[in-house]
């Protein structure tokens, strides 16, 4: 499909959306000059020493700057082996881009679900990520095969500088992690800084992880009745952790795995699942916290109007504007493949969704969604024409309605 026949589609989707002239968007770091855009390509694969980009995050600087997250695959696209976290940086709202910057190397081992976060207070970009020593996969993780020092585990690191350097990973596994805990996720995608109630400034990381199955059963590590997420969460800008509400259910219905959150205009917190092998039907699970992420409301449920995605990582993201704004919802829409990425739109604080725009209909996988501004949203997210990894783009969107 052509970059003019996906705007014409593009510019089709009634509701939330409406396009944009289809200007293109260049790699360099150059200004814009008052031009606008509407898309542009800050990973290709195969470019800058990496085979494959994944796993995109991304987040608005305090100074208007716009980081790009994801991991750099060195090898392939698979998710183990030598995987660094790169990043680049936009200072134009995603139309340019500066060079490619190394946040952590792998240096053999993988790095990678990064979980940006602007602090509030500081205006510091806190990251947090996850590690595994490269020689082990992710089935031996789950059957317990690899040592302490081997598994997955959690790392915080910041920048002072609007993303240009960032401090080197610190170890915070022993605050994030229960012991029985095996597979352990960041995100991906962005984290969040509270804006309202008794826990306003707080950072809310989503995450997930995988438990060890009960004494006396079977221990094949690939039941999937053990997937959870939980939440992590920082009071003083990311300088110590602690774990928020977990979901232990492991009953095998409801199997919460890669978790997003968005907060929304009452208070709570809005948390977004994908369903890992569940046996409910639907793919895609929800729940809110009325207390900063500290306990759940309810426990994961199946949220039927988004019964359209796949088994696929999904971003929200509530838009600011006061008690009517909505909450936005991204990803693919085809139920049995990663194609055709969306968005949706919830105006009941996420009791339900509707489709309000088709991007394109090339395959597709993560995404991560961003506010640019009153009128304007971003959606960082993995597409090509071949296969969903052969690029992370990033498309500008105008918004309808009251983003404030």
């Not at 992710?138 to 690191?157: D, K, L, N, P, W």
């Not at 009960?214 to 990311?238: C, F, I, K, M, N």
């Not at 300088?239 to 977990?246: A, Q, R, S």
């Not at 993201?317 to 049995?336: E, R």
């Amino acid at each position: 499909m052509t970059v003019t026949t996906r705007m014409a589609a593009f510019a089709s989707a009634a509701g939330l959306l409406t396009a944009l002239a289809a200007t293109g968007g260049t790699a360099s770091a150059a200004p814009l000059h008052g031009r606008q855009c509407a898309s542009s390509v800050p990973y290709t694969a195969g470019r800058d020493g990496y085979d494959t980009y994944r796993i995109p995050a991304t987040v608005t600087t305090r100074a208007g700057t716009l980081l790009a997250f994801a991991e750099g695959r060195h090898s392939g696209a698979g998710d183990t082996g030598d995987i660094d976290v790169v990043l680049r940086r936009s200072p134009d709202g995603g139309c340019t881009w500066g060079p490619l910057q190394v946040v952590t190397s792998g240096d053999g081992d993988t790095r990678g679900n990064p979980a940006p976060v602007v602090d509030p207070r500081s205006g510091r970009v806190v990251l947090l990520t996850s590690y595994n020593s490269g020689a082990v996969s992710e089935a031996q993780i789950m059957r317990g095969e690899v040592t302490a020092e081997q598994s997955r585990r959690v790392f915080v690191q910041s920048s002072r500088d609007d993303g240009r350097h960032f401090t080197a990973p610190r170890d915070v596994t022993a605050a994030t992690k229960l012991p029985d805990w095996r597979w352990y996720a960041t995100g991906p995608g962005h984290a969040i800084a509270l804006r309202h109630g008794p826990h306003a400034g707080r950072l809310v990381v989503p995450a997930n992880h995988s438990a060890a199955p009960p004494a006396g059963s079977a221990d094949t590590g690939q039941e999937a009745r053990y997937y959870g997420a939980h939440a992590l969460y920082s009071d003083d800008g990311g300088l110590t952790w602690h774990l928020g509400f977990v979901d232990d259910t492991y009953d095998g219905k409801d199997n919460a795995n890669e978790n997003a959150v968005a907060e929304l205009p009452d208070g709570r917190l809005y948390f977004s699942a994908r369903d890992q092998n569940g046996t409910s039907p639907g793919n895609r699970l929800d729940t809110y916290s009325g207390d900063g992420g500290e306990t759940l409301d309810r426990p994961y449920a199946v949220q039927p109007t988004l019964n359209d995605v796949p088994v696929v990582q999904g971003s929200v993201l509530q838009l600011t504007g006061g008690p009517a704004a909505p909450l936005l919802f991204a990803g693919p829409s085809v139920p049995t493949a990663r194609r055709s990425m969306a968005l949706w739109r919830s105006t009941t604080a996420g009791a339900g969704f509707t489709r309000t725009a088709t991007l394109s209909a090339d395959p597709a996988a993560y995404s991560d969604l961003v506010q640019l501004g009153p009128s304007r949203v971003g959606i960082l997210y993995e597409t090509g024409v071949s296969g969903p990894y052969e690029t992370i783009t990033f498309r500008r969107l105008p918004v309808n309605g009251p983003t404030g």
